[in-house]
């Protein structure tokens, strides 16, 4: 059981790991078999990360819902809860601006799911177009916005998320996890391919983490204590470790877990570098494919749909139950 502060009136963080069974009923689930995909609803679990422990949904979850911001045009814009992370912030990822349904309160699809389409990179001949910040020949650098990370910047600035100050103030700094540690080395007849870090976990191990190994690679606000404190907004993507403890395997269909929106999308996992020569070399990225596949794609790729993830500040106080009807709304 979660117990409250008689003299504190509960966060939102608070109220939605009660409304799953409190922390200790979490913890004692241990951890899901990451190998098979989830396509029931398995609640939360728990996990740690860089802050402390997570709680995170998987499977066919439907009452991560939450309303929070409006888009260019005014329209509320709606989210799902990803996880609650180790300092109580919310982690959300976009699902357009459309109000959940009863036939959608688990799995909703179409475009508007997402904020458009797009290359995750221009250019895919060099190990450092993976990265979501990037510097020419060197494999950790911060000189040039990726593509990806342009894109969701230029959309970030029109919503309320920037522009309005009680929202903003309401959108906390996290960790965005672009690991690019090395987990093995294939020789191949013309050249060798570099797998990266989250490619040894999901695909060989199945054992996903909400860890960043690298420092260089927990990308945080330039205002944040945390992290590399390179970016000018607190947006970024999704990484492939969480889609698998939400549910994801890799090479897998799953039309039934929350992440699934019947449509390609990037990750901010990379996948590989294959070294054949210069008119040969190739990135991957992370994604997840239209059948709900943990799957990968070239980065130059203009068809893999763009869903930003924010985080609600650990103050923030919600009300609702993030069903679908009566998703979670921040209450100001």
């Given at each position: 059981?979660?117990?409250?502060?008689?003299?504190k009136?509960?966060v939102?963080y608070?109220?939605?790991?009660?409304?799953?069974?409190?922390?200790?009923?979490i913890?004692?689930?241990g951890?899901p078999d990451?190998?098979?995909?989830?396509?029931?609803?398995?609640?939360?679990?728990?996990?740690d990360?860089d802050?402390?422990?997570?709680?995170?949904?998987?499977?066919?979850?439907?009452?991560?819902?939450?309303?929070?911001?409006?888009?260019?045009g005014?329209?509320?814009?709606?989210?799902?809860?990803i996880?609650?992370?180790?300092?109580?912030?919310?982690?959300?990822?976009?699902?357009?601006?459309?109000?959940?349904?009863?036939?959608?309160?688990?799995?909703?699809?179409?475009?508007?799911t997402?904020?458009g389409?797009?290359?995750?990179?221009?250019?895919?001949?060099?190990?450092?177009?993976?990265?979501?910040?990037?510097?020419?020949?060197?494999?950790?650098?911060y000189?040039?916005?990726?593509?990806i990370?342009?894109?969701?910047?230029?959309w970030y600035?029109?919503?309320?998320?920037e522009?309005?100050?009680?929202?903003?103030?309401?959108?906390?700094?996290?960790?965005?996890?672009?690991?690019?540690?090395?987990?093995?080395?294939?020789?191949?007849?013309?050249?060798?391919i570099?797998?990266?870090?989250?490619?040894?976990?999901?695909?060989?191990?199945?054992?996903?983490?909400?860890?960043?190994?690298?420092?260089?690679?927990?990308?945080?606000?330039?205002?944040?204590?945390?992290?590399?404190?390179?970016?000018d907004?607190?947006?970024?993507?999704?990484?492939?470790?969480?889609?698998?403890?939400?549910?994801?395997?890799?090479?897998?269909?799953?039309?039934?877990?929350?992440?699934?929106?019947n449509h390609t999308?990037?990750?901010?996992?990379?996948?590989?570098?294959?070294?054949?020569?210069?008119?040969?070399?190739?990135?991957?990225?992370?994604?997840v494919?239209?059948?709900?596949?943990?799957?990968?794609?070239?980065?130059?790729?203009t068809?893999y749909?763009?869903?930003?993830?924010?985080s609600?500040?650990?103050?923030a106080?919600?009300?609702?139950?993030?069903?679908?009807?009566?998703?979670?709304?921040?209450?100001?």
């Amino acid at each position: 059981y979660l117990y409250f502060d008689y003299y504190k009136e509960p966060v939102g963080y608070e109220i939605i790991i009660a409304n799953n069974g409190g922390k200790g009923a979490i913890e004692a689930k241990g951890t899901p078999d990451f190998s098979k995909v989830a396509t029931e609803n398995e609640g939360m679990y728990a996990a740690d990360d860089d802050l402390g422990t997570s709680y995170y949904f998987r499977g066919a979850v439907d009452n991560n819902w939450v309303k929070f911001g409006k888009d260019s045009g005014g329209k509320d814009m709606y989210w799902r809860i990803i996880r609650i992370s180790g300092d109580g912030s919310i982690r959300m990822i976009y699902s357009g601006t459309t109000a959940p349904t009863s036939e959608t309160a688990i799995v909703m699809t179409g475009d508007g799911t997402e904020i458009g389409v797009g290359a995750y990179n221009s250019s895919f001949k060099d190990p450092t177009y993976v990265g979501y910040m990037y510097a020419e020949e060197l494999q950790h650098g911060y000189d040039s916005s990726s593509t990806i990370k342009s894109t969701i910047e230029d959309w970030y600035t029109t919503t309320t998320l920037e522009t309005d100050v009680i929202t903003k103030s309401l959108v906390a700094d996290q960790i965005f996890c672009n690991d690019q540690s090395i987990s093995s080395t294939k020789t191949i007849t013309d050249g060798t391919i570099d797998y990266f870090g989250a490619q040894g976990r999901l695909v060989d191990n199945k054992k996903p983490l909400l860890t960043c190994s690298r420092e260089s690679n927990k990308f945080t606000s330039k205002n944040s204590t945390i992290g590399n404190k390179k970016l000018d907004y607190p947006v970024g993507l999704i990484t492939a470790d969480e889609v698998a403890m939400a549910g994801g395997v890799y090479n897998i269909k799953n039309s039934s877990y929350y992440l699934y929106i019947n449509h390609t999308y990037w990750l901010g996992s990379p996948y590989s570098f294959a070294n054949y020569d210069k008119d040969n070399d190739s990135n991957n990225m992370f994604s997840v494919s239209a059948l709900g596949k943990v799957g990968s794609r070239y980065v130059n790729d203009t068809t893999y749909g763009i869903r930003p993830v924010i985080s609600l500040s650990p103050e923030a106080k919600l009300y609702g139950d993030g069903t679908w009807n009566n998703v979670y709304e921040v209450v100001n």
